[in-house]
């Protein structure tokens, strides 16, 4: 497989000050965003956070928090409202799972990148970075993926396999993270 796939979402001209990176867990969209974010001064902004900061707001733990968005849309409208008003603002490098979605829907210029890997690679990063067994790494995954996928198709009518919205797709099982960071800024400074 070659580690760069279709280029089919396009950014409309112009500079792009928008970046987004998205990706399964155990891609490596974190490493590459922290580096892109480096390498080209935009400020690093990471969805989880956003979600985490929601809960602080709220007095309430981040377990609490996630129970209480699994039973209130509401939740999910709110952190694609921050996302969309950060990305809006520009300069931006705006990390998550539905990020070049958020970013496509509202008609938003920016260079959207898509982060790939097998399982079994993201599944050894994931085991080793939450130091878990990799079977449980495994376990755990097929029952998250399976549930955001479902729960994002029913309530965005967006499928998280679909990769033809994405400017860039990179398998991060066949490049370094200095890799990946240096071909996604090349494509930015292709487009200034």
């Known amino acids: 497989m070659s580690p760069v796939g279709p280029a089919q979402g396009g950014a409309e001209g112009g500079k792009c000050s928008v970046v987004t990176l998205s990706g399964p867990p155990g891609s490596g969209t974190t490493t590459a965003a922290r580096l892109v ?15 985490r900061d929601m809960a602080r707001e709220r007095g309430m733990t981040l377990n609490d928090f996630g129970k209480l968005a699994n039973e209130n849309p509401e939740i999910d409208l709110e952190l694609d409202d921050r996302q969309v008003a ?5 300069g931006i490098l705006l990390e998550g799972r539905l990020a070049g979605f958020m970013v496509r829907r509202a008609g938003i210029s920016a260079v959207k990148v898509c982060l790939v890997a097998p399982r079994e690679a993201r599944m050894q990063r ?35 396999l679909d990769t ?29």
């Open 37 to 51: 974010a480096a390498e080209t001064g935009l400020k690093y902004v990471n969805t989880g956070a956003i979600f």
């Open 86 to 90: 950060i990305a809006r603002a520009g």
């Open 126 to 160: 994931v085991s080793s970075r939450d130091r878990l067994d990799f079977h449980e790494a495994m376990r755990l995954s097929e029952e998250r993926e399976a549930d955001e996928r479902t729960r994002f198709i029913e309530f965005y009518g967006y499928d998280l």
């Open 164 to 192: 033809s919205i994405y400017d860039l797709v990179l398998d991060s099982s066949l490049l370094s993270p200095e890799e990946i960071s240096r071909r996604i800024v090349a494509m930015l400074r292709e487009r200034s």
